[in-house]
Every structure is written in C-alpha cells, then in structure tokens.
Nanobody, 127 residues
Framework: QVQLVESGGGLVQAGGSLRLSCAASGRTSSMYGMGWFRHAPGKEREFVAAISWSGSVTLVADSVKGRFTISRDKAKNTVYLQMNSLKPEDTAVYSC????????????????????WGQGTQVTVSS
C-alpha cells in the first residue's frame, strides 16, 4: 500500500505560480510511476502530467505544456508539479496518483492505470 498526500494548492491570480507537492508513504521501496490529474466542476478528470520512476521521462498535457513541469525527489518520496502562468481554466482539484511501474522509464497517462490516489488539493485561479 502507498499513501499519497498532496499540498500546495490555493488561490492565485491569473499569471501567478503555485507548486504542488505529493508526498508518498508506505511501500515506497517499490518502483512506481506517478502522475497528476485534475478535476474541474462539470468536467471529467483529465491527465495533467506523468513522471517515470527514474524521473528521466516526463510528459505533460498539451493544455499545460510550457507552463507546468513535473519532477520528483526520490530521497523525499515526493513528486512536484510546478505551475506557472496560471489561467482561470486551470482551476480544479489536483490529485496525484501512483502505481507499480513495469520499468524505470514507464509512463502512465490514464486514470485507470493508477492504483493509489491522494485526496486532492484545490487550485483556484482568479481572473
């Protein structure tokens, strides 16, 4: 079992920045891939970013490309989502997710790929 706890959400003006953190605990000695998803009211949960166990392979959604960056610190069992140039349409609950990885470079992009989920953190961007 892996437990995930997100932090760093809040209210920010358009154009501002936030850094979300996702701290993992439990069976963190296993190799696992991680991702960030967001869920806005009236919309389906959508993929935001994913990172491999090694940290060397990452992918972000086209909607946030050039603005968001995903990274991980394995020593701290923490994954980060740096969000810059935020827009009102980025407003959502952001959740991190984890699953055992097949390889050090595996990436997982779909919600059904993931086994473990955090409770989410609210990000609100005002215009």
């Amino acid at each position: 079992q892996v437990q995930l706890v997100e932090s760093g959400g809040g209210l920010v003006q358009a154009g501002g920045s936030l850094r979300l953190s996702c701290a993992a605990s439990g069976r963190t000695s296993s190799m696992y891939g991680m991702g960030w998803f967001r869920h806005a009211p009236g919309k389906e949960r959508e993929f935001v970013a994913a990172i491999s166990w090694s940290g060397s392979v990452t992918l972000v959604a086209d909607s946030v490309k050039g603005r968001f960056t995903i990274s991980r610190d394995k020593a701290k069992n923490t994954v980060y989502l740096q969000m810059n140039s935020l827009k009102p349409e980025d407003t959502a609950v952001y959740s991190c997710a984890a699953r055992n990885a097949a390889t050090m470079s595996s990436l997982y992009l779909m919600t059904y790929d993931y086994v473990y989920w955090g409770q989410g953190t609210q990000v609100t961007v005002s215009s």
